[in-house]
């Protein structure tokens, strides 16, 4: 659907993401901002872009598994410890550069996922969520066990270089952050309006129909579930060579329900969806670190640090909320907006 007014004269404009002027024009505007932001915003700025950009990545893999593809799996946080792992070793025991380990950790952790994935896709519903819980586990626990692996002493991956010039802060790092979450998603946007994105969501919609017309339903799990182990590689990779330490006790289980509850707010199968869900539960986060003193101030008797309970449990409330009154997610909203903005000055 159109703007009023506006008609696709070719079958290239038909099917382009960016189909109108005014589209070109927001997106143009919309990237120089983003490559500008480090320019004017302060350190605290810059750091929660880049933590949200690496969210999205990671969550984003995730789209395709749930989303896409209607398959439950709380690992998605392991196979970012994969990844942040995989680039620690190679570039301090093997000498690569930044630039080599980065895809080669996104390929790792999607090599890793296949032999995980390969017995557990074989299941689905509440089996396989609890296999994907034992991947967790398993992955964890050979991080914790393994030497090469730094057990839990961790691992100190070295900041990016890019000839004699190091990228050891926020800003610098943003520069490859950004850019990198806005190459995965225009890859990740064209992907679900392909021939894959479209068996995906066949499968979702019903398995059964989708053997019969005769899509290789085991491959097309498998190869969602090897995209989602390559995108949380890449996040994880992002993230060990920007705050410069990788342990295990940055993977917890809780962030990969965080990712879930953010699909669930963004909206199941939409890109766009990822962004409204992670940027709202971060912010959400932040927000409750700057809220938890006046708290404190106000109300004596709560604990000395609660930010943890206070987050967890006002996400719990916006997850049930979401599911009662907009099951469908915050990109059900932005696709209303869009509707009645296209058909405008009409009312129908």
């Not at 969550?59 to 946080?77: I, K, W």
Request: charged content about 10%; aromatic content about 16%.
């Amino acid at each position: 659907m159109l703007p009023a007014g506006t008609f696709n004269e070719t079958y290239g404009q038909d099917t382009a993401v960016i189909r109108t002027p005014l589209q070109w024009l927001m997106t143009i505007l919309g990237c120089i901002f983003l490559l500008a932001v480090p320019l004017f915003a302060g350190y605290y700025v810059t750091y929660l872009i880049n933590y949200v950009a690496i969210t999205i990545i990671a969550v984003m893999g995730l789209q395709f598994v749930m989303g896409y593809c209607g398959l439950v799996s709380f690992g998605q946080v392991a196979f970012m410890a994969v990844g942040a792992y995989s680039s620690s070793i190679l570039t301090i025991s093997y000498g690569w550069p930044f630039w080599a380990s980065l895809p080669a950790s996104g390929l790792i952790a999607g090599l890793i996922g296949i032999l995980g994935g390969s017995p557990a896709l074989r299941i689905k519903g509440f089996y396989l969520a609890l296999a994907t819980l034992a991947i967790h586990y398993i992955v964890i626990w050979l991080v914790m066990e393994l030497e090469i692996t730094g057990g839990s002493t961790g691992l100190h991956p070295p900041s990016p270089t890019l000839g004699n010039f190091v990228l050891n802060t926020d800003g610098r790092m943003y520069y490859i952050i950004v850019p990198t979450m806005i190459v995965m998603t225009y890859f990740a946007k064209n992907l679900t309006r392909s021939r894959v994105g479209r068996a995906f969501v066949v499968i979702r919609d019903n398995d059964l129909a989708a053997g019969a017309i005769g899509i290789n339903i085991f491959f097309y799990k498998l190869l969602a579930f090897f995209i989602a182990c390559f995108y949380a590689g890449i996040a994880g990779s992002l993230y060990a060579h920007w705050v410069q330490v990788v342990h295990p006790d940055q993977f917890l289980l809780t962030e990969s329900l965080f990712f879930v509850g953010m699909l669930i707010i963004g909206g199941l199968g939409s890109i766009v969806g990822v962004f409204f869900g992670s940027i709202l539960v971060r912010l959400l986060n932040e927000g409750v670190l700057f809220a938890v003193p006046a708290l404190g101030a106000a109300f004596p008797a709560l604990p000395s640090h609660p930010a943890a309970s206070i987050s967890v449990s006002i996400f719990a409330l916006i997850i049930i909320l979401f599911l009662i009154f907009e099951p469908r997610g915050l990109a059900h909203r932005w696709e209303i907006f869009k509707a009645s903005y296209r058909l405008y000055p009409f009312s129908y």
